[in-house]
Structure formats: C-alpha cells, structure tokens
T-cell receptor, first 114, second 111 residues
Framework: DTGVSQDPRHKITKRGQNVTFRCDPISEHNRLYWYRQTLGQGPEFLTYFQNEAQLEKSRLLSDRFSAERPKGSFSTLEIQRTEQGDSAMYLC????????????FGSGTRLTVV | QKEVEQDPGPLSVPEGAIVSLNCTYSNSAFQYFMWYRQYSRKGPELLMYTYSSGNKEDGRFTAQVDKSSKYISLFIRDSQPSDSATYLCAMSATGAQKLVFGQGTRLTINP
C-alpha cells in the first residue's frame, strides 16, 4: 500500500471558480479526515467520515464547502466560488476505526486562489 | 485563547544538541497526545504518541505528558540536520475524532 494519496498536489484557480480535490486513503482504513493548514499554522479539522457517512463537520466548513465519500473508499472535497481566503494546504488523513494513536496524513493539495 | 499553544520559533541549534519542544493546553478532556513532524511542502508524519500522563521513549525521541500542568514536551537527543522540520503537537479527547494541533515549531539543526 502506498499510503494516503491526494490529487492534485497543486492547484491555482481564479477567484470565483469551483475546485475539487481527491483523496485516496489507505485501503483498509474506514475513517477519513479533511484538514486545512494555512501558512505558519497547524492543521485545522474540517470534517471526517466513517465509511460513507459524514459524522462531523467543523464550523470552518462553510456552505461553499462540500465533502463526499460515496462508496466508503476515496473522498472528494469541493470548494465552490473560491475566495482568496481559501488559499491553503488541504490535508487528507485516514485511520482504522479502532485506532486512537493518530492517523496517517497524505502530502496535501496546495490551493492558491488568485 | 487557543486550546493548544505552541511557540512557533524559529528554533536553531547546533548538530548534536538536545532539543526541547513544548506545548500547553487548556482542555482537561484531552487524553491522547501526539507529536508530528512536517517537512516543507509535505503532510505531517506521526512521530510519537502518548496516552494520558507519563513518558515514552523511541530512539532519540522522548515524549512527556504532565496532565496536572497541562504541558507536553518532546525531547530530541543527538540532533541531526535531518531533524530540521516543523514539529506539531496534537491532542484529542476520549471519543473525539478530531485532533487539535498547535501552531508548530520550526526547528533548524545546523551542521
């Protein structure tokens, strides 16, 4: 297994455009998480899934953000009508349901809104 | 006030020095404590994990948790240039799935 994969690695978009990111977790992991990290800050929780169910969403996840995990495998994070404040690294992570000792992060998708 | 406070540094030390990194927190419900290492333009990589109070050692790394003081530490012995990275503390409460991260400390080990 190659770990958590995220695509694309980098995305530059114009303000107002929609963007979608993909995350492929470690295959046996049934939990999947999205975090956002801005420059010089630690990651901030956005949302998490157990299998296909989205169980928790942060207040950071405004109406313009939507995440899906349709078959309990890969996940997508869509941002509609992007704003300059959305520029950040979007990190995906996965874990087993029984796991409490942290999770495995992907390398992230770096979004720049111009 | 943030739930988890971490001095962002930067911290610069010579090779071979002992490095001490720290975080304080305010939420007494936190029971799981982690340290992640993050290289530039990469995702965080789990380095150390501790449940509740106590010490844990793994090679050159030692993690300490003092719940009475709401204070956690990471010590790196015999530091190497390859240890140069940003170190993030993270913690969670029992039953909670989200991790709450500190701001991260940027560390440089000079040869």
């Amino acid at each position: 297994d190659t770990g958590v994969s995220q695509d694309p690695r980098h995305k530059i978009t114009k303000r107002g455009q929609n963007v979608t990111f993909r995350c492929d977790p470690i295959s046996e992991h049934n939990r999947l998480y999205w975090y956002r990290q801005t420059l010089g800050q630690g990651p901030e929780f956005l949302t998490y899934f157990q299998n296909e169910a989205q169980l928790e969403k942060s207040r950071l996840l405004s109406d313009r953000f939507s995440a899906e995990r349709p078959k309990g495998s890969f996940s997508t994070l869509e941002i509609q009508r992007t704003e300059q404040g959305d520029s950040a690294m979007y990190l995906c992570a996965s874990s087993l349901e029984s796991q409490t000792d942290g999770y495995t992060f992907g390398s992230g998708t770096r979004l720049t809104v111009v | 006030q943030k739930e988890v406070e971490q001095d962002p540094g930067p911290l610069s030390v010579p090779e071979g020095a002992i490095v001490s990194l720290n975080c304080t927190y305010s939420n007494s419900a936190f029971q799981y404590f982690m340290w992640y290492r993050q290289y530039s333009r990469k995702g965080p990589e789990l380095l150390m994990y501790t449940y509740s109070s106590g010490n844990k050692e793994d090679g050159r790394f030692t993690a300490q948790v003092d719940k009475s003081s709401k204070y956690i530490s990471l010590f790196i012995r015999d530091s190497q240039p390859s240890d140069s990275a940003t170190y993030l503390c993270a913690m969670s409460a029992t039953g909670a799935q989200k991790l709450v991260f500190g701001q991260g400390t940027r560390l440089t080990i000079n040869p």
